[in-house]
Structures are given as structure tokens and as C-alpha cells.
């Protein structure tokens, strides 16, 4: 619970190592156990959450698609979130980073939006593709001269495809009209789309995000290829912690999907066709496949009938396939390491159940007791106290919390300091979770420092968008979310000990280290 929320408040150093580090891994939120102890939600509080609650409206039409809305007259504004709940895990062997490249197309529009001539463009776009595949063709048969020949005739098509391309079209559509916050994100587990809009303008949204999955054309699908190419050689192969991350979940998997990056693999990238684009959009962009979340100055009834007329238009489709996939239990701690001209990187991470384990919440109180801020355990003493690194934190749910995942934990070493130095350092802090119980003033301050930070992220139209569909699809439930203070509450000492007795053994654990190398 409250990954995402807390990571969002770490430091900017932090941010910039992770955010490019995990790369569309941002969107790993908050989620809540199913068994807690009775309440101890402060009664100041209370009172809100159960306004709100009062205020949140849910239906699913019969197509199978999940709407939750929430009334907030304070502004004339709305947040629309739109989650699929499809990701990286869900990718098929061979074609890694079809959901991310699916979730760039998403934004180019359809047969009436971001083209000027589609019949013309149709074809055009079929041409492209054909030739692409005789160039792969080609190349594969080491035919020089023809690859030469049909590239030149494949840049000549392409031109003359971008021509009838209104660049953006749907973006400037969304900001004419007042739209604000445009993006979308990927992890292992999902895929996210969300923008704000003037509360006049619901309608206006329900018109464009329908259409956007109902009728969507994969224009610019080879110049996205490369766009994507360049971000992997940026994120992953031209970065050292990318690099390191890529190899130790190699590693620390070796069946599951978590092994794999969201972003795929070069050689899949390169190698993906429009066809599996549309392939897998058509497999799982399915109406009950997707949870949309409206928060905002809205009449719950007049979103119920647009829904109707708008998403009413999918026709239902049968569900998704799940996947499978068990990894088997770590007997013995494994171990990565790259060279790389950068300053040394450790990192260190333990399997740990899945989100829906009855003691995830303690979980994310050794999260924030040990990364979340100044006073955490790893900063004061690897950084502030050892000197030992600059940088020194952890988090839950890596790469992904829908399945058995990892608490992570990782540090970038100080000048004149050594990896043996951190690995020393870091399980001294882990020791101590297993055999010191941790007082009732430490951990009063964890639970003070989550509550609030939970109750920031619900301060907004666009947070609690966020919130309520992942609640509701990674716990069953978006009234979960408002059981989060309980749960927080709820976890002792003794369970600290005990999770972390567990978790936190030597055949449990992956270990990546980064040696630089000039």
C-alpha cells in the first residue's frame, strides 16, 4: 500500500534515478490487505471519509466496463482515469513491449481524428507494412542490394503516409477545449490513461475516449518503433542502473513475467508488427477489461447515460486470458553484477507475497520506517551517519504488486566508500527489523507520516481517479481505499519481527551490484 503515493514524495535525486530506472513502473499503487484489526482511524477523520464514500456512485454496463464516480462540487472540474488492466506480464513470449508500444498509438488518433484522408492513408499504411516485412525478409537473407532498394521505397511511402497526418490531433482536441494533464503510463501490471477537462466539457470526453478504443487507427507505428528504441537505449542500455535493474530481475525470476522489461527487449521491439499491435489491443482492450474513474464537479445520473450511449457502443467480448505463470521458491541468494564508468550501485531484494496477502500492510510500514524521509532508518544511517552512501532507500511491489513481487532496497555508494561497505550497512538495518522490536514512538511516527500522506493523495480529483481504480481492480473493491487508515493502524511490533523474520533470509534474497569500471 501507498507505493506509488510515497515515492512521490521522496527526494529528487531519488525520483530522477528511479523514474528512469523502472521506466513506466511508476504505476505500481496503493493497495490494501484483505484481513485487518479493528479501527483506530482518528475520529477527526473519519467523518470525511465517510462523506466521500457517500459521495462515490458505481455501475457496470452490460458490455462488462466498470464505471466509479465521484461527486466533488468544489470546482467545475472533472478527472478521468481509463485502467486496463493489462501490462507488461501480460505480454506474449517474443513480442515484450507490445503494451507500452500499444499505449503510444493510443494517442494518434482514429478514422476521423489525426488524419485528413484515411481511405488514401489506409492504404498507404498497408503498403508500409508489407514492405516492412519483406525487408525483415531481406535482411534475414543477408540481401544487400534488396534491402537498399526496398528501404528507399518504404522512406518514399512513408513521406507520402505522414502527408495525410494531422500531427497530434487529439492532444490539440483535448487542449482547445481546456483539457489539462494528457499522458498515459505503463507498468507490468496495467496500462493508464487520465486528463482533466472543465466539467462542461464530460461529454466532449466521453466522445474522444470512446472512440480513442473503439475506432483507433496505429498511424506512425514505425516512427513510434524507433522513438521507443531510443528510449530503451537512453532508459536501459546507455544507463548503468538501467542496465542493472534489467539483469536482476533476470535473475531474481526465472519463470514469471516479471522477469521481463515493460519497455521489451530490443530485438522484440524491432521485430513487433502493427498486426501484433492490433492483435493484442483486440485481445485485451475488452469492456470488462476496463475500469474508468470519474471525480469531479459531475450528476452521477448524466454519467450513467452518456456511459451508455458512448461506451455502450463495445460490443461484449470474452474475458481476457490471466497469467499463470508461478515462480518457484528461491533456495539460495543469487547474485548480478555489471561494469559500467559510473559510481557503484547496490541493490538487494526479497520475494514477497503478492498484494493480496493478509500482512501486506506490514510491508509498507517497514517500507517507510526504512526509506520515507530524513528520519528513516537507511538515510540517518547509511548516508547521514555511516557516510557511507548518498543515496539509500527501498520500496515494496517491484516491478509489479498484482503478483508475488519484491521488496527492493537500494543505495548508491559515497567517494572513498565500498559495495562491501552498503551491503554491510544495509543488513545491519535489515538485522535489526528481525531481532529489535521497534518502538512504540517510531512507529507512531510511520503510521502518522502514511496516514498523511495517503489523505494528500486524496486530495485531489485526479489522486482519488488513481486510487479508486486501483483499489478496485487489484483488491476487488474500491471501498478498500477507505480501510487503508485500519490497516496502517492496525500493524504492531511483533509483526514487523515477524514479516521480516521471514522475508528477509539469505536464500530469499537477489543481490545487484555495480563495479565501475573506467
Request: proline share 6%; no cysteine; aromatic share 10%.
Amino acid at each position: 500500500m501507498l507505493r506509488q503515493v510515497i515515492r512521490q514524495s521522496r527526494s529528487l535525486i531519488s525520483l530522477i534515478i528511479f523514474v528512469s530506472l523502472l521506466l513506466f513502473n511508476w504505476s505500481n499503487y496503493p493497495v490494501v490487505p484483505v484481513a485487518y484489526a479493528q479501527s483506530e482511524t482518528p475520529q477527526s477523520i473519519q467523518p470525511y471519509l465517510d462523506r466521500v464514500i457517500e459521495r462515490v456512485t458505481e455501475f457496470t454496463l452490460d458490455n462488462g466496463m466498470k464505471f466509479i464516480v465521484l461527486e466533488n462540487h468544489e470546482a467545475p472540474v472533472v478527472s478521468f482515469y481509463t485502467h486496463a488492466d493489462v501490462g507488461g506480464a501480460n505480454e506474449p513470449v517474443g513480442k515484450t513491449g507490445v503494451a507500452h508500444f500499444l499505449e503510444h498509438l493510443a494517442f494518434k488518433g482514429t478514422t476521423d481524428i489525426g488524419t485528413t484522408n484515411y481511405p488514401q492513408e489506409q492504404k498507404l499504411l498497408e503498403q508500409l507494412d508489407q514492405l516492412s516485412a519483406q525487408i525483415k525478409a531481406a535482411q534475414k537473407a543477408n540481401k544487400t542490394e534488396q534491402v537498399a532498394k526496398l528501404q528507399q521505397e518504404f522512406g518514399q511511402i512513408q513521406a507520402q503516409a505522414q502527408q495525410l497526418v494531422k500531427q497530434n490531433e487529439f492532444g490539440r482536441i483535448v487542449e482547445k477545449e481546456g483539457g489539462v494533464g494528457l499522458n498515459a503510463a505503463t507498468s507490468a501490471d496495467a496500462t493508464m490513461y487520465f486528463y482533466s477537462f472543465p466539467s462542461n466539457k464530460v461529454e466532449l470526453w466521453m466522445s474522444l475516449e470512446s472512440e480513442r478504443f473503439l475506432d483507433p487507427v496505429f498511424r506512425e507505428f514505425y516512427k513510434e518503433q524507433q522513438v521507443i528504441l531510443e528510449e530503451r537505449r537512453l532508459r536501459t542500455e546507455n544507463s548503468p542502473v538501467g542496465r542493472l535493474v534489467e539483469a536482476f530481475l533476470d535473475a531474481a525470476y526465472t519463470e514469471h513475467p516479471y522477469k521481463r522489461p515493460v519497455i521489451g527487449y530490443d530485438e522484440d521491439i524491432r521485430n513487433l508488427s502493427r498486426s501484433d499491435v492490433q492483435q493484442f489491443f483486440d485481445t485485451y482492450y475488452v469492456p470488462n477489461n476496463l475500469t474508468i474513474a470519474i471525480v469531479g464537479d459531475v450528476d452521477p445520473q448524466e454519467i450513467q447515460k452518456l456511459a451508455k450511449i458512448y461506451f455502450g457502443r463495445y460490443p461484449a467480448k470474452p474475458k481476457p486470458p490471466q497469467v499463470t505463470a508461478v515462480e518457484p521458491k528461491q533456495t539460495e541468494t543469487r547474485n548480478v553484477t555489471i561494469e559500467f564508468p559510473s559510481q557503484p550501485w547496490y541493490i538487494e531484494g526479497y520475494h514477497r507475497p503478492a498484494l493480496n496477502a493478509p500482512n501486506n500492510a506490514v510491508y509498507d510500514v517497514i517500507a517507510s520506517l526504512m526509506s520515507d524521509g530524513l528520519t528513516s532508518r537507511l538515510y540517518k544511517s547509511l548516508v547521514e551517519e555511516q557516510k557511507v552512501a548518498l543515496v539509500a532507500q527501498g520500496f515494496n511491489g517491484f516491478p509489479g504488486d498484482k503478483y508475488p513481487n519484491l521488496v527492493l532496497f537500494y543505495a548508491m555508494t559515497a567517494p572513498n566508500a565500498s559495495l562491501e561497505q552498503v551491503q554491510t550497512a544495509l543488513q545491519a538495518e535489515i538485522e535489526r527489523l528481525k531481532t529489535e522490536p521497534v518502538s512504540e514512538k517510531e512507529l507512531k511516527r510511520v503510521k502518522t507520516n502514511l496516514r498523511a500522506t495517503l489523505l494528500r493523495a486524496l486530495n485531489s480529483n485526479s489522486g482519488m481517479a488513481r486510487l479508486l481504480t486501483e483499489y478496485e481492480v487489484k483488491t476487488g473493491s474500491w471501498r478498500n481505499l477507505f480501510e487503508q487508515l485500519d490497516q496502517i493502524a492496525a500493524v504492531t511490533p511483533e509483526d514487523i519481527q515477524q514479516v521480516a523474520q521471514q522475508t528477509f533470509t539469505p536464500e530469499n534474497r537477489t543481490i545487484g551490484r555495480i563495479i565501475n569500471k573506467q
